[in-house]
T-cell receptor, first 114, second 112 residues
Framework: KAGVTQTPRYLIKTRGQQVTLSCSPISGHRSVSWYQQTPGQGLQFLFEYFSETQRNKGNFPGRFSGRQFSNSRSEMNVSTLELGDSALYLC?????????????FGEGSRLTVL | GENVEQHPSTLSVQEGDSAVIKCTYSDSASNYFPWYKQELGKGPQLIIDIRSNVGEKKDQRIAVTLNKTAKHFSLHITETQPEDSAVYFCAASSQAGTALIFGKGTTLSVSS
């Protein structure tokens, strides 16, 4: 069974640009969550989608957005990139979408903003 | 909102020793406490979890304890091995959906 797939794995952008990251969850999983990982702040929850609807959102500015498609694949977008957006962006899928279920993480997309 | 504190930030042990990582949480409504292990270049992977109606859970060399009154939970790894070297994260979840609040992580180094 394939795991969570994130693309691209690495990317470099400059300030002011925008970026779109993609996540394919494990087959059958309907919940997709996104996390930002940085050395200073650790793992921080961005948002969660379940059946194409955003169910939860973390404390991030509106420049961070996402969506989920009918096949459960998800994308997140960051507009007007800032240096502080440099981070590893992790996607996680869940079968149940409950708050007591295992999250399966991808290997992440490492974004560098210059 | 929920806040999770994790200590220590780094931990070095000799192979065969035990390792203990401790976390505290702030939201008394939290009901699920997972532990994730992240190896270099990989995403976090669940190693053990505990729910608020259970005080302790074991899985081979790994155990987790929960003290709801004190809002503490701990990860215990016995007979550590070099392959246990990784970053360990505790987390708490109290909202609907899958939002997890993570601790800042503990880098465990096991030397042989």
């Amino acid at each position: 069974k394939a795991g969570v797939t994130q693309t691209p794995r690495y990317l470099i952008k400059t300030r002011g640009q925008q970026v779109t990251l993609s996540c394919s969850p494990i087959s059958g999983h309907r919940s997709v969550s996104w996390y930002q990982q940085t050395p200073g702040q650790g793992l921080q929850f961005l948002f969660e989608y379940f059946s194409e609807t955003q169910r939860n959102k973390g404390n991030f500015p509106g420049r961070f957005s996402g969506r989920q498609f009918s096949n459960s694949r998800s994308e997140m977008n960051v507009s007007t990139l800032e240096l502080g957006d440099s981070a590893l962006y992790l996607c996680a899928s869940s079968f149940t979408g409950s708050n007591t279920g295992e999250l399966f993480f991808g290997e992440g997309s490492r974004l560098t903003v210059l | 909102g929920e806040n999770v504190e994790q200590h220590p930030s780094t931990l070095s042990v000799q192979e065969g020793d035990s390792a203990v990582i401790k976390c505290t949480y702030s939201d008394s409504a939290s009901n699920y406490f997972p532990w994730y292990k992240q190896e270099l270049g990989k995403g976090p992977q669940l190693i053990i979890d505990i729910r608020s109606n259970v005080g302790e859970k074991k899985d081979q060399r790994i155990a987790v304890t929960l003290n709801k009154t004190a809002k503490h939970f701990s990860l215990h790894i016995t007979e550590t091995q070099p392959e246990d070297s990784a970053v360990y994260f505790c987390a708490a979840s109290s909202q609907a959906g899958t939002a997890l609040i993570f601790g800042k992580g503990t880098t465990l180094s096991v030397s042989s």
